[in-house]
């Protein structure tokens, strides 16, 4: 069975919304940091609220150039023919999935403790956040928690059609050993 949406689709909106995200970034950081969905996430996680996104800084405008730039390699990447993109997409579906995953979990263990709660990342020493500052904001987690879900969802996608492109290329071998093409 076709997946509803096809991997093609599925990876230029991701590289569409991060584009949108990175002209946001570059613009007014604000914007991001006060959607209602990233807004509502971060704080039922325990995540900080991110003061460098007041205003646009030098950082926010590396973190535009940087999804700018992933965002265009993706996009040029959907335009390939099949047989490579369907190599090369399977190739980079885990890749991306186990990267954003791993960040997700940095960020929610590192975000500053509850004193009345102490989770696993806590266990064993005192309490206190794995890292200062950076990576545990409320935008950065939801931004690679909704990463982490839509490469996961590119990455069965993926296989499902490279499934169905391997059968419809051994039909081809067939038909072209029995000489019907």
Known sequence: MAPLLSTTFLIAFTATANLIV???FLTSPITVAHQGTIFILGEAMGMPQA???LQPTATSAFVAAALALVSIQDLVGTLTPERIASFYWNAQAPIRFFFFLIVSLYSYMSRP???DFAGLATLGRE???MAEGGLS???L????FFQMLIWFWILITA???RREFMAKEARR???KRDGIL
């Open 51 to 53: 003061p460098s996104f």
């Open 127 to 129: 309490n206190r956040p």
């Open 173 to 175: 071998e067939m038909a």
């Open 159 to 161: 296989r499902d059609e």
């Open 141 to 144: 987690f939801s931004w690679a």
């Open 113 to 115: 403790k509850d004193p």
């Open 137 to 139: 904001s409320g935008p």
């Open 22 to 24: 990175a002209y946001y």
